[in-house]
Each structure stands twice: as C-alpha cells, then as structure tokens.
C-alpha cells in the first residue's frame, strides 16, 4: 500500500487510514483501488474480525479531489463495505463531504465528529451522488429525509447526522477513533466471526425480501451455525463460566447463499 492509505492490523482489527491530510484526504483513482483491495484482504484474512475505517485529521474525507477530471473518481469502492464478510465502522474524525460521506454510509456502523461538515452536494457542482447514496441514505434515514439531503445538497453538523439516523453516536473529534476501535475490538474478540458475518449480510438484504422469507433464512442460518466450528462454543463457555473461545472460519465456513432472492431455494444451507 501506498503512504494515502495506511493499513494497521491489530488485535483481530484493521484499521484503513485515508492519508492526504494536506488534501483532506480526497479521493483518488489509486486511493479508492488501494482501499478496494485493503476491504478484499479484510474479508478473506480470518485473523480479521473487523474493520475501521477512518481519515488522519483534520479531515474523514472531503470528497473527490478536485484535480480529477468530472467522473474519473467516485465513490464504487470495490468491493464496498457492505460487500465484504467482516462488519465495517466508520470513525468519521471531521469533515465527511460528497464522496467522503457516501464511503461512511456504505459501512455498517457510523462514529461521527460533532463540528465537523457533512453533505452530499454534488447538486450543488452540477452532478448527483453517487456511490450508492440513493440506496444507503434512504435506508438510513427515510425517503423524506433521504430527498432533503440529496436534492439541496446542503450541509449539516454532527449532531443533525446523529438526529437523523445517520450516525450511531456524536462525539468530540478526539473520541471519534478510539471509540470505533473499542466497538471493533468488542466484535472482533467477543462475537462468534461466522454468526456476525451472516447478520451482517443478512442485515443489507433483507429490505428486499418478504417477513416470511427473512424469518425462514434466519432459522436455516442459526442450524447452520450450530454444526459450525463455533456452534456449541457459546452455550459451553456459559455453562463452564468463561470467555468464549471461537475458532469459527469466515473464509471456510461461508454457506452457498449469496444467490438468495424471493423464493429461491437456498443452496448449502441443506
């Protein structure tokens, strides 16, 4: 990797730094493929648990850098967060503007910096927002709200991001990091990796699918799970009055049920 992307793995949490301070870590072609490629390690590396996302101060991120050409740089990081394996947090440390918040709403959790600028305002610079914005952000926060954002491209501090449903906490700046790494290092040593895995995917899909299929995928999941590697670990470790020790693999483990739609048998899962 190189120095706009500073990658630090430790205690089963991987930290993905966005390094351009001087530009306020803006985004480019090369930062965006050497994020990809960090989220691509991150989903098949089982020493892995989670992963933050973050930007060295005094910025997250401040969109695309506006030596780009229109268009040579957006916000489909590939694979995106939601895509990978292993629950993604972004430790939004300031400023988080166009491309540089659609990269926070395409994680899974958001710690948000209370006086730090946020917006979609590509509107506002004659373009739309992209990098699955009109997909994420009415997840988030309702198509009414989703419309406000995104049809005045106007700003909006930490506390209003909080408000809406943006963000799971606002905080000081200073507090934004450690406090994404304390929720990473819960998940990475304390929740079974392949139970977490499957929430998380199954978190992002099931908007799509009826209560009825949902209901019937989680069962099938949880019967999965218990002939996993980890599937009696938990029960036992209460019962012998300790910490869990799990050895489940994400990368081995990973049932066949990618191509789930309504209806649809689920292949692996049987």
């Known amino acids: 990797m190189s120095s706009e992307l500073q990658v630090d793995v430790s205690g089963g949490v991987a930290v993905l730094t966005l390094n351009r301070p001087a530009q306020q870590n803006a985004l480019t072609p090369a930062m965006a493929s050497e994020l990809g490629a960090a989220l691509r390690r991150c ?132 507090e934004v990091l450690p406090t994404a790494l304390e929720v990473a290092h819960d998940i990475a040593q304390g929740s079974a990796p392949l139970p977490v895995a499957l929430s998380k995917r199954l978190l992002w899909e099931a908007p799509t699918m009826s209560p009825e299929t949902v209901g019937r995928l989680e069962t099938e999941l949880n019967d999965y799970v218990a002939k996993s590697s980890d599937g009696g670990e938990g029960v036992a470790a209460l019962k012998d009055r300790r910490s869990p020790k799990w050895s489940g693999s994400v990368s081995t483990e990973w049932p066949a049920w990618d191509a789930v739609t309504e209806g649809e048998r689920r292949p692996g899962l049987d």
């Open 43 to 174: 989903d098949t590396d089982d020493a892995i648990g989670a992963v933050v996302i973050t930007g060295t101060p005094p910025a997250f991120c401040a969109g695309a850098d506006l030596s780009m050409k229109v268009g040579e740089v957006n916000g489909l990081i590939d694979p995106a967060p939601f895509k990978i394996r292993k629950p993604v947090i972004a430790a939004v440390n300031g400023h988080a503007v166009g491309i540089g918040l659609e990269i926070a709403l395409q994680c899974d959790l958001r710690y948000v910096a209370r006086d730090a600028v946020y917006a979609l305002n590509q509107v506002r610079r004659g373009a739309l927002a992209d990098g699955y914005a009109h997909w994420t952000l009415p997840r988030l926060i309702g198509s009414a709200n989703a419309a406000d954002l995104l049809l005045t491209g106007r700003t909006f501090d930490g506390d209003e991001a909080k408000s809406l449903g943006i963000a799971n906490a606002c905080l000081y700046a200073s």
